[in-house]
């Protein structure tokens, strides 16, 4: 297939599969983080929803893992082109459907309880927390500037069905205020993993897994490790990657 780029476009490796992924220098692009998430928990049969998809790295390798109803939704038009580009770059146009739209106003794009499980990779900074980047794409993806971490949780609510999965992956140092913003939208936090870089260091993030109207009780798995001692990619890292 003759590929063609955009400026500032590029094409990287997957990895999983042998897919490829077009990415733009100036927006975000996918990280270990969206490889942890897509990983994170069995493939739930049913109906699938990305938050804010961006390059649709997501969809991508679950498509990989099996799931066959995926919706990739996307405000950024530059993102969503991008998105829909990846899809069919990899031949997933049977399972994977881009959308553009904002999922604040998710109530305009799909009916309530549509969704057996949404996942999300959003912004983990409050806005004007912390360094800015000067791209405007970058910024929006690393700062809540168009979406708020309670914009996700909303609409993560309105699109699951009862007892449908919600998967995030975030920041450990909003961790307490994740678990309890989970609860208010009716989303029991029921798994929870911490992401360490190196053993012997504090956690820098965590996946969670949060039901749709579950009763309590949640469980802590066990630590998930980056990197070895020398820098390498640990055992796990490298399976989530197809590479053991």
Same mark, same amino acid.
Do not use: W
């Given at each position: 297939?003759?590929?063609?780029?955009?400026?500032?476009?590029?094409?990287?490796?997957?990895?999983?599969? #042998?897919?490829?992924?077009?990415?733009?220098?100036?927006?975000?692009?996918?990280?270990?983080?969206?490889?942890?998430?897509?990983?994170?928990? $069995?493939?739930?049969? #049913?109906?699938?929803? $990305?938050?804010?998809?961006?390059?649709?790295?997501?969809?991508?390798?679950?498509?990989?893992?099996?799931?066959?109803?995926?919706?990739?939704?996307?405000?950024?038009?530059?993102?969503? $082109?991008?998105? !829909?580009?990846?899809?069919?770059?990899?031949?997933?146009?049977?399972?994977?459907? *881009?959308?553009?739209?904002?999922?604040?106003?998710?109530?305009?794009?799909?009916?309530?309880?549509?969704?057996?499980?949404?996942?999300?990779?959003?912004?983990?900074?409050?806005?004007?927390?912390?360094?800015?980047?000067?791209?405007?794409?970058?910024?929006?993806?690393?700062?809540?500037?168009?979406?708020?971490?309670?914009?996700?949780?909303?609409?993560?609510?309105?699109?699951?069905?009862?007892?449908?999965?919600?998967?995030?992956?975030?920041?450990?140092?909003?961790? !307490?205020?994740?678990?309890?913003?989970?609860?208010?939208?009716?989303?029991?936090?029921?798994?929870?993993?911490?992401?360490?870089?190196?053993?012997?260091?504090?956690?820098?993030?965590?996946? *969670?897994? #949060?039901?749709?109207?579950?009763?309590?009780?949640?469980?802590?798995?066990?630590?998930? *490790?980056?990197?070895?001692?020398?820098?390498?990619?640990?055992?796990?890292?490298?399976?989530?990657?197809?590479?053991?």
């Amino acid at each position: 297939m003759t590929i063609k780029l955009n400026e500032n476009e590029r094409l990287d490796d997957l990895i999983l599969d #042998g897919m490829k992924l077009i990415q733009r220098n100036d927006e975000f692009c996918f990280s270990l983080d969206t490889v942890l998430l897509a990983r994170f928990g $069995d493939v739930i049969k #049913g109906p699938t929803l $990305d938050l804010g998809t961006g390059t649709a790295a997501i969809p991508l390798i679950l498509s990989a893992r099996g799931a066959t109803e995926i919706t990739a939704l996307e405000l950024n038009p530059v993102m969503a $082109d991008i998105a !829909a580009r990846n899809v069919v770059l990899n031949g997933k146009e049977s399972c994977v459907v *881009v959308r553009r739209g904002d999922y604040r106003r998710i109530e305009e794009l799909f009916p309530a309880g549509s969704f057996s499980v949404v996942y999300a990779n959003p912004p983990y900074r409050e806005l004007f927390r912390g360094s800015s980047s000067d791209k405007d794409g970058v910024r929006k993806a690393r700062h809540e500037e168009t979406a708020t971490l309670r914009d996700v949780l909303r609409a993560a609510a309105y699109a699951l069905k009862f007892h449908g999965r919600f998967r995030m992956v975030h920041t450990a140092q909003r961790l !307490a205020e994740i678990l309890a913003a989970m609860r208010e939208v009716a989303i029991e936090p029921k798994v929870l993993r911490p992401v360490y870089g190196r053993i012997d260091k504090d956690a820098k993030c965590f996946l *969670v897994e #949060g039901i749709r109207g579950g009763n309590p009780g949640m469980v802590l798995q066990g630590p998930l *490790v980056v990197h070895e001692a020398d820098g390498a990619y640990t055992q796990e890292v490298l399976h989530f990657y197809g590479k053991d």
